[in-house]
């Protein structure tokens, strides 16, 4: 029995959907964007979380089909929001080291913004510090080519890995995710607060912009907002929920 089998059948039998989580301006409080995150239900173990199977997707070229799978059914929803008359928002999608390697994503990229007429700023794509490890000169050049379509790119769970800032800055981010461990025990704890107020002028000082993960304190949010954070993410004002419910809180501002 092989659960990475289950996985391939997923995805050719419609088991797998999105979720969107809103992203949102401290100061105003309203929805300004959102995260494509990938869900399974699969038919006898129910609910398989993306901590489980992306893992195991990686393992092989199966996690490029995926991604292009969440690139095509995200740009599709984009359309859709647009025709029901909802204002087009920003929304990002993860996309593994593995599938950053691949010339095909350029293609696939394009392809899907092209033929759901989706403005390329409105496309975020998020990768990890491994990403930009791991065969980094290939991975850059990718991401040059991303660029080139206009597509924004975000570094995510920043702060928890181990490589060097000069080396991740190499490449000129659009936007920083801050981890949420580094969120979780804000304000009280001292050190994570300075590493925030420092992350923010950096970010500020480079021109990138800031987004705080798993902001589920009012506290939290309020120190964020003092300090200037631009977007912050987080059960606090949501979670990932259905692309219908997704419509809803945008129409409503959150
Ligand atoms: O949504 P949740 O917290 O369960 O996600 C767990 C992990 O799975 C996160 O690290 C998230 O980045 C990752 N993830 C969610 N959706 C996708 C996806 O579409 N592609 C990839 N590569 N990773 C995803
Ligand atoms: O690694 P990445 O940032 O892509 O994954 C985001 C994950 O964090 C998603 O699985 C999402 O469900 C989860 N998440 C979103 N908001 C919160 C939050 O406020 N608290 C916690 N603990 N997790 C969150
Ligand atoms: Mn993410
Ligand atoms: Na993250």
Redesign the pocket.
Known sequence: YSLEKDLRNALQTNQLF??Y?PKVSPETQLLTGGE????WKHPKLGRV???EF?PL??ESDL?CH??DW?IENVCRQMQKWESEGLPLIPIS????AL?LTKVDLITKVKQALTHYHIPPYLFEI?I?ETSLIQSSELIFSRLESLKQLGVRISL??FGVGYSSLTHLLKFKLDALKIDKSLIANLPQKKEDSIIISTLVRMAKGLGISLVAEGVETTAQLEYLKQEECHFVQGYLFSQ?VSPLNFSRLVKKGI
């Open positions: 999105i979720e989580q494509a995150l990938l869900r979380s993306p901590g992306i997707a990686e996690i995926i991604g969440v999608v993860n996309i593994s599938h998020e990890t995510d769970d990932p």
